[in-house]
């Protein structure tokens, strides 16, 4: 085992882009995943690089949205070439087919300088003639981009092999040790792990490495989300669709996506009948091509949900070497980047891309 500066547990989205910006700084580092890398809520997930209803984020969480948004690009880029994978970035909008809160969201659009098009239903069957809206107002905001999960995660697993970053999979966490207010090291599979610095992204389990450790549980809890993928025809859909809560996400190649339930089922991940009935019948009423097209695949995953959906970001008030990224709920993929910046900034002890206060460990409940 070569010698480690710092130690990840939990190897999603969060844990492989903080190992990116840290191996950019010139940190040795191993990411410790307790089973295979990256298949948790970050496989699952939809890939939309925004909130959904943005309008109701909380300002922490729009300020590394945005910063990520700006990042997105540049990265899938960086990736493609580093790796020969290509993340898929595309910019197909978002597009709210029937929105009930339109002055809401023009007003937040307009004082966070976010382009939009309102439009009528005319227009909207312009741009998306397959789809049968709800009344309501359609708005699209075309400067929303998504990645595709599987893909940039493999991006990122493969730049960091090349890094020389050490990837432990099917390595537990079991517990940190902690000795005078420092964290010394980790034991996974009976083996002790030692590093200076140690970071928690642990999805929607970074609170049980928490409390297996001695410390008080994090304010994390595992919500289920289910999700649809239909083999569709290219064309069939351009942009992604928001509708009463649920949305399409159509890919590069013409599948779709459509998502997602939100379910408390503690750490259970099975699908249900429920959801798989739920899920089609929102989809076939959104867009009743899909009556026709092959359900490929259900699935679900566990978001780390947290009460307001701030994630926690920092180091622990009484363990200086110990940090955590997690708790990103619905937008782990949009904030990853921004928060691994975020975090490398403490662990490197730069000055911080945005006000780091609302998502340090105190600032939870
Ligand atoms: C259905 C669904 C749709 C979603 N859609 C979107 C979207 O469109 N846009 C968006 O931004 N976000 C979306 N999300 C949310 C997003 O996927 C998550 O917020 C994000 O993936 C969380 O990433 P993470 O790395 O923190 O957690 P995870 O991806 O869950 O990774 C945590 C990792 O830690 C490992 N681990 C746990 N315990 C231990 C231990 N003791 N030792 C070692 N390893 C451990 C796990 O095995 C796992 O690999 C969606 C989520 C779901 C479920």
């Not at 903080?18 to 939809?46: F, H, M, N, P, T």
């Not at 809401?104 to 098009?117: G, L, V």
């Not at 998306?128 to 991006?155: F, H, T, Y």
């Not at 619905?330 to 006000?355: D, E």
Request: glycine share 8%; aromatic share 6%; net charge neutral.
């Amino acid at each position: 085992m070569n010698q480690i500066d710092v130690i990840i547990i939990g190897g999603g989205v969060s844990g492989l882009m903080c190992a990116r910006e840290l191996s950019d700084a010139g940190k040795r580092v191993a990411i410790l995943e307790r089973q295979s890398l990256a298949k948790e809520s970050s496989w699952a997930g939809g890939g939309i690089l925004s909130p959904l209803n943005p309008w109701r984020a909380a300002e922490p969480i729009t300020q590394l949205c945005r910063w990520s948004q700006a990042a997105y690009p540049h990265l899938a880029e960086a990736l493609k070439s580093s790796t020969g994978i290509d993340p898929e970035w595309l910019l197909s909008g978002l597009l709210f087919s029937d929105c009930q809160e339109l002055g809401i969201a023009k007003a937040w659009a307009d004082t966070h300088a976010t382009r939009y098009e309102s439009m009528n239903p005319t227009d909207l069957a312009g741009i998306e003639p397959n789809i049968r809206p709800k009344a309501g107002s359609p708005l699209l905001l075309p400067d929303i981009a998504q990645v595709r999960n599987p893909r940039l995660l493999r991006a990122l697993r493969t730049d960091l092999a090349r890094r020389g970053v050490q990837l432990l999979e099917r390595h537990p966490v079991d517990h940190i040790e902690i000795e005078k207010g420092r964290a010394v090291s980790v034991i996974a599979n009976h083996q002790t792990f030692t590093a200076q610095d140690f970071v928690v992204t642990a999805g929607a389990w970074s609170g049980l490495v928490a409390f297996n450790s001695g410390l008080p549980e994090l304010p994390i809890m595992p919500v289920k989300g289910e999700m649809l993928i239909f083999q569709a025809p290219p064309g069939l859909l351009q942009h992604m669709v928001l509708s009463e809560g649920r949305y399409l996400i159509p890919r590069k190649d013409g599948k779709i996506l459509a998502g997602s339930t939100i379910e408390n089922a503690q750490f259970n991940k099975g699908t249900t009948e429920v959801a798989f009935e739920a899920l089609n019948a929102f989809a076939i009423s959104l867009l009743p091509a899909l009556r026709h097209c092959n359900i490929e695949k259900h699935w679900a995953g566990l978001r780390p949900g947290s009460s307001d959906g701030i994630p926690t970001i920092g180091p622990h008030p009484d363990v200086s070497n110990l940090y955590f990224n997690c708790g990103h709920f619905r937008n782990g993929f949009v904030m990853a980047p921004a928060s691994a910046k975020l975090l490398a900034n403490h662990v490197l002890q730069q000055s911080p891309i945005v006000s780091p206060e609302p998502y340090l460990p105190t600032a939870k409940p």
